[in-house]
């Protein structure tokens, strides 16, 4: 709604014939309106009470201004993509609600949106509404045979978390669905005692190419024997806390995605249990990791071969596994770290020699940047070009800005070395959440009135030396 308000000072303009809007091509116009939709379904998402009771607004709005919006808004398909509705509402309501959207969506793609309500048995208007799975799969039923285009589905349930193991073969009529989304409150205790039978959910969906499981229970899946369960899986989210994931059970799943390329495994708890029948296997095909905590990278390194993996990010407390998991994969080139890496960062690097990237949030004045400028196999490493470091609450000193800067930034001659010897780096980027506090001392240092800065929001600086800029500073 705010985007349309900012759009509409651009109808009416005192002195022309035509207001700007009106002399945009349908072309742009259309992107214009897409992003405004797009945001408000962003909104919506992310208050997920909404779903039960509304879908995107903005198109209605757009098609009020006048005939030539009107007519660009219901021909344009990819505006009504989203949609979203109740599993608690009577079927007679989401058989006039699919009428109205087909009418519309024509033979686009569609992002559907289920959404189970949390509905207080204490009110007698919910009673009806409740425990009725009998009447869920049919309306879904209903809802599937209506939207043979369906490409996206998200289903997300906050009253009781069993309902979600109702919707096993529901999906049948909808094959084409390349991304899932399972979603349920993180405050039910039940979740720790919820078998999720994983292939009941998606046995029936062959092109899915996206799963994401957010507080999704016991996940629980066989040994995938002749051919795998997810067989086209590109991307695969663990999210939130759920119920905890043995190696056993982690491992078994990602056997049944022998095409994943990137998997996100934020916070999931991981418990030792059996080790003894697991057995070693290859992803041949991943490139990315993003762990909450490096007990995940254990498992890998010592049951999963990752030939071709490229990015690792690691937001979680521990150091036990990752120099190990880094010896393995040296092919790795980019690196983001949490604070708590920032003393034992020195022994993953060493062996990542192919790395580009390299990203640290920081703890303290700064001290934990000087392995990076002191160590001398870190110095050797000419392939880092990009330096990432991230500052929260304190106050970067000169003395290791100015030391990182002049040992791996500041190009002594111009065959692009140090004064350390090293190969310079190319830039220094620079995050920070309270600019004037944690930069107050370093942007009075000479080197920082040296660099060419690029500020790319309030919080983010990108810093770059010339050669001609900084050769009387070294």
């Known amino acids: 709604m705010s985007a349309t308000r900012s759009a509409s000072r651009f109808i009416s303009v005192p002195g022309h014939k035509s207001s700007p809007i009106e002399e945009c091509h349908l072309d742009v116009l259309s992107l214009i309106f897409q992003y405004v939709v797009d945001e408000e379904v962003v909104d919506i998402i992310s208050h997920s009470w909404l779903l039960s009771t509304q879908s995107p607004n903005e198109p209605v709005r757009l098609m009020l201004v006048c005939r030539k919006w009107c007519q660009l808004v219901s021909s344009t398909p990819s505006l009504w993509r989203f949609f979203g509705l109740s599993l608690n509402d009577p079927k007679e309501h989401v058989i006039g609600r699919l009428k109205k959207f087909s009418s519309l969506i024509k033979c686009g793609q569609v992002e559907l949106y289920l959404y189970d309500m949390h509905l207080y048995q204490s009110c007698p208007e919910n009673l009806h509404l409740i425990e ?26 906050e009253s009781n978390p069993a309902h979600m193991n109702d919707l096993t073969g529901c999906w ?5 669905i390349y991304e899932l989304v399972y979603s349920i409150g993180s405050w039910k205790e039940s979740l720790f005692t919820m078998d999720f039978p994983l292939e009941y959910h998606v046995r029936d969906l062959p092109n899915l190419s996206s799963l994401s499981l957010d507080n999704a229970g016991n996940v629980a ?11 086209n899986l590109t991307t695969l989210t663990l999210g939130s806390a759920g119920a ?19 998997l996100t495994c934020t916070s999931y708890h991981f418990v030792e249990g059996d080790h003894h029948s697991l057995k070693s296997f290859k992803l041949r095909y991943l490139t990315s990791i993003e762990v909450g905590r490096d007990y995940l990278l254990k498992i890998f390194s010592s049951y999963i071969e990752t030939p071709v993996l490229r990015s690792l990010i690691i937001e979680g407390h521990s150091e036990l596994w990752t120099p ?27 062996h990542l020699t192919k790395l580009t990237k390299f990203s640290l949030r920081i703890h303290g004045p700064g001290l934990s940047l000087r392995p990076l400028y002191t160590t001398p196999d870190i110095l050797c490493a000419e392939s880092l070009q990009h330096l990432e470091i991230r500052i929260w609450r304190d ?7 100015e030391g990182l800067v002049q040992a791996r930034f500041l190009r002594a001659n111009k065959e692009g ?20 506090m944690a930069l107050k001392q370093v942007r009075q240092s000479a080197l920082w009135k040296k660099a060419r800065i690029i500020q790319r929001d309030p919080s983010i600086f990108i810093l770059r030396w010339d050669f001609e800029d900084t050769a009387e500073v070294c």
């Open 244 to 262: 905890p994931l043995t190696a056993y059970q982690l491992t078994t799943l990602l056997s049944h995605c022998p095409r994943l390329q990137r």
């Open 395 to 401: 106050e970067l000193h000169t003395e290791y800005f």
């Open 132 to 157: 009725d799975c009998a009447s869920r799969k049919e309306t879904i039923t209903t809802i599937m045979d209506s939207l043979p285009r369906l490409r996206k589905l998200f289903v997300s349930f």
């Open 324 to 350: 190990e998991f880094a010896r393995k994969n040296c092919g790795i080139e980019y690196l983001r770290l949490s604070r708590q890496y920032r003393h034992g960062y020195p022994g993953i690097l060493t």
């Open 417 to 436: 070395y140090t004064a350390a010897g090293c190969k310079a780096m190319q830039e220094l980027v620079l995050e920070v959440r309270h600019p004037d």
């Open 172 to 176: 049948s009529q909808a094959p084409n």
């Open 221 to 231: 899946v066989s040994p995938p024997g002749t051919h795998p369960l997810l067989p």
